[in-house]
């Protein structure tokens, strides 16, 4: 019965492992991952059979047959693991062709090396366990076990790493740390009983790593049913997704023929075309000219490795019919080797009628904005100065309330011009939309003290400016008013302290970002992105005079740059507006946050 208690420390969890490996073939999906596990447990058997039949045989000629027979199991469970624990963690590098032969074979060649010995001096007699297996002086037993700690070890860096960086992640977190966990105490113990006991202190080892593996494909197992998260991706079928995918779907080979194509595709390019058929990527661009562009502009380039997204061409459909395509390529590689190019098409034919349309109502609305401002200015003129002059030539004959209508409509009067004033300069930013020169901001800054004298000294207001940078292609009309704008707002918006302005620049890559920053009444964060519409203002005239339209033409001057503005509150009180000005104009999508 004592006999009897060795070899049931290893069949009972063969057991285990034969009841996980059957479960696994019949009802888990199939994908890479749960194919390497599947190895590991059918491995991991072989080894704990061969432990139990060992632990059974009365000679060690019969127990060497048997280990023969058998060590692929124990021989084989490190390079499933770490195989397994790569192909988990999404490690690409390491399950390609080339390293999966690097991981397998040193295996493969101690398997043989051990089949090929016929030696029974393998086992060492003790009483319960029966034959145990032992180095062998001068052979390669002893590296064999090196090597298998290596890979465990391996194994179990690569998991726990995986795990911590998916600490954000709860469910693939506790997935990966239970894995981790399961072959962690295995790894130990084997280490200790396995390696360290006959390679290094040459005492027979403790054959119970076999036993103590059962916690890895348990764990795994486990861990497998409950959250469920081998990647999901392996079990999409690619061609499926392919076939239901609204976007055309190209793949190209180097010598430009188009060698796959989707059935959105087909559908609209090439119906015609047979099945599989070859033909040219010329033939579905709408003229040869925008051919030509797509090759110099997105087909070279994306042939060197360059990502090209939201590119604009336009196609020829199987009707004839032209549509506006935006499309990405990228190239496709398999072991280093070029395959072709994916290019992924998206009709927006609708999409940019609808922005000519937005266009065109816009260029009228502006017109419009500009014609009438412009058309109210003469008759607004006339009635503010004959209003001035009845109240300069008939101040005697009329009385002090008459008096008193007359000075609130010139005044509204006066109001009334500066909205126009103020629209018909909005107006005109659209209009000049000559960004071409190069303008350099600290001449600029010198012209708006200039016009601001007056303010700045009535205010003693403090103007520091740092090294302001030069800009390419820019409006510098237009760069002046943007500054004067926010100056003279600083000045106008100030607290009870003395205005204290600061303007200064940074070189952040692709974008200069500028900065100006006060110390008056500050913008409540609620109001941060209103105060750039048309016409919204914070306070009543009464308070503080304008219109509501500085800084929507501020807004409206640094779009048409290809840059940004924003508002934040400084700690200190008073507010800092931030604005964007792209270094190379031309390559805004580069630089937008
Ligand atoms: P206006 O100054 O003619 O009212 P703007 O478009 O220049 O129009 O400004 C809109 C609103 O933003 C202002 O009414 C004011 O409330 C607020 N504002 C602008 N600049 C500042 C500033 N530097 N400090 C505090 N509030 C400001």
Request: hydrophobic share 40%.
């Amino acid at each position: 019965m004592e006999n009897l208690v060795y070899p049931l420390l290893s069949f009972i969890p063969a057991l285990l492992n034969l009841g996980i490996f059957v479960y696994l073939v019949l009802f888990v999906p199939r994908v890479k991952t749960t194919d390497i596990f599947c190895f590991f447990v059918l491995f991991l058997l072989l080894w704990q059979a061969e432990d139990t039949i060992v632990r059974l045989c009365d000679t060690a000629d019969t127990a060497l047959f048997w280990v023969r027979i058998f060590c692929i199991g124990w021989g084989g469970c490190a390079p499933i693991i770490f195989h397994f624990a790569c192909r988990y963690t999404s490690l690409k590098s390491f399950y390609t062709r080339f390293s999966l032969v690097c991981i397998y074979l040193p295996f493969i060649l101690f398997y043989l090396l051990y089949v090929a010995s016929s030696n029974t001096n393998i086992f060492t007699h003790r009483s319960g366990w029966n034959w145990i297996v032992t180095p062998r002086q001068g052979t390669a037993d002893g590296l064999q076990r090196l090597f298998i700690s290596a890979y465990v070890i391996g194994a179990v860096i690569i998991l726990f790493r995986y795990a911590f960086k998916m600490r954000n992640q709860k469910r693939k977190r506790l997935q990966a740390l239970f894995i981790a966990g399961g072959i962690f105490i295995p790894t130990v113990q084997g280490i200790i009983t396995q390696i360290v006991y006959p390679v290094i202190l040459h005492k027979p080892d403790i054959p119970i790593t076999s036993s103590f593996l059962t916690l890895f494909s348990v764990a795994t197992f486990l861990s497998m049913r409950k959250y469920n998260l081998f990647n999901i991706s392996e079990s999409v079928d690619l061609m499926t997704v392919l076939a239901n995918l609204k976007n055309i779907v190209l793949v190209v080979s180097p010598n430009q023929q188009i060698i796959y194509i989707n059935p959105y595709g087909q559908e609209i390019l090439a119906k015609e075309r047979t099945d599989g058929e070859e033909f040219s990527i010329s033939s579905i661009f709408a003229s040869l000219s925008y051919y030509n562009a797509f090759a110099t502009e997105a087909l070279a380039p994306s042939l060197d490795g360059t990502r090209i997204t939201d590119y604009v061409t336009v196609f020829k459909t199987r009707s004839g019919k032209k549509i506006d395509i935006l499309l990405s390529a990228e190239l496709i590689t398999n072991n280093k080797q070029v395959q072709g190019l994916l290019l992924v098409a998206n009709d927006v034919t609708e999409l940019s009628g609808t922005l000519r349309d937005l266009e065109k109502s816009n260029k009228e609305l502006e017109q419009f904005a500009h014609v009438a401002s412009h058309d109210l200015q003469e008759p607004l003129r006339k009635m503010t100065t004959y209003l001035h002059r009845l109240e300069i030539e008939y101040k005697d004959k009329i009385d002090e309330k008459a008096m008193k209508y007359i000075r609130i409509a010139v005044n509204s009067g006066n109001q009334m011009r500066n909205l126009i004033h103020d629209i018909l300069e909005y107006s005109n930013i659209a209009a000049n939309n000559e960004n071409s020169g190069s303008t350099d901001m600290n001449e600029v800054m010198e012209k708006v003290i200039k016009t601001l004298a007056l303010q700045l000294e009535e205010s003693r207001a403090q103007i520091v400016s740092n090294r302001l940078p030069v800009l390419q292609k820019t409006n510098a009309t237009q760069m002046q008013q943007l500054l004067q704008n926010l100056l003279s707002n600083g000045l106008k918006y100030r607290s009870d302290k003395k205005p204290y302005i600061k303007i200064y620049a940074e070189d952040l890559g692709e974008y200069w970002r500028f900065a100006v920053e006060d110390n008056g009444i500050g913008i409540h964060p609620e109001y941060r992105e209103k105060v750039f519409v048309v016409f919204q203002r914070l306070h009543s005239k009464s308070q503080y005079p304008g219109t509501g339209i500085g800084l929507s033409i501020c807004k409206k001057i640094i779009e048409q740059h290809g840059g940004r503005i924003w508002v934040d509150s400084n700690v200190e009180g008073g507010c800092t507006f931030f604005f964007t000005v792209p270094k190379y104009p031309g390559r805004e999508d580069l630089h937008m946050q």
